[in-house]
């Protein structure tokens, strides 16, 4: 089991950053990968960002140059840096980690931050 705690969501203008926080506690030692998706109303949800164990990175086209992941593993931590913010960024940003217990394949997700940006 491993839970997921997100903080650093809020109100931000357009052409301004936010700095997105997940905490990561209990059987943190099956996690693979960690990431940071986002959902808007009436939208899929999608993939935003993520690093793998071996510190592999991935982004969406649409965050490529202006967000960054990045982790610090003595506080089982993962921050998501997102700077030159536009209307298009507004979403619920969620935390996900991939896990590997007994072979098998699992996931956890945090709770979700409002990201909510304004012109």
């Known amino acids: 089991q491993v839970q997921l705690v997100e903080s650093g969501g809020g109100l931000v203008q357009a052409g301004g950053s936010l700095r997105l926080s997940c905490a990561a506690s209990?059987?943190?030692?099956?996690?693979?990968?960690m990431g940071w998706y986002r959902q808007a109303p009436g939208k899929q949800r999608e993939l935003v960002a993520g690093i793998n164990s071996g510190g592999s990175l991935n982004y969406a086209d649409s965050v490529k140059g202006r967000f960054t992941i990045s982790r610090d593993n003595a506080k089982n931590t993962v921050y998501l840096q997102m700077s030159s913010l536009k209307l298009e960024d507004t979403a619920v940003y969620y935390c996900n980690c991939k896990v590997i217990v007994a072979g098998k394949l699992g996931e956890s997700w945090g709770q979700g931050t409002q990201v909510f940006v304004s012109s």
């Open positions: 209990g059987s943190i030692f099956s996690i693979t990968s």
